[in-house]
């Protein structure tokens, strides 16, 4: 009997950290595994369906998300889409590659390396008086530039992916930009609005 309730337990967690709350649609364009090195396709404001997608309000992310492979195929391939040498950006939003979660990349211009770094439900808590105009582009607007007013500072909280606790930073100079722009994205928001 015992033997019978530790595999039951066994199947089970194998069930939950393999389930997650990624739509059909969106496990079907995220990919399998093997697929994690891959570019995958950037939603532009080029196509009409793809733009309604772009003004969609993301959803956050589960703690069963962050565990199942899903999520990890999800990170492995947007990393790869971001750094794509003919395409390169600075930050990616999960909303521009078709998968509406509140999952973005940032590359961290403020640290040692300039490491990219993944942020689930992102919030920008506090903007500071201080904005400065800067030019912006974006992968999901090609072949365009504009001038952007944006804070200098920013404090940003999310959810660590591991412990699920709530982190704070406090972020400034061009990586704030960033931010500002990837969660702009999260709510719908290009920078051309």
Known sequence: MKRLLFSFAALLVLFITSCSNFSSIEKHRI???????SVMHIFTNQSEQELSFLHLQAGPLTRRDMRSKVYATLKDRMLATVNDPGNPGVGIAAPQVG??????????FDKDGEPFEFYVNPVIEKYSPTQKWGWEGCLSVPGKRDTVLRSTQVIISYRD???WDMQCDTVDGFTAVIFQHETDHLNGKLYID
């Open 31 to 37: 990919g399998l595994p093997e697929q994690g090195d």
């Open 161 to 163: 992916p591991v412990s």
């Open 99 to 108: 998968i509406s979660k509140q999952l973005i990349a940032v590359q961290r």
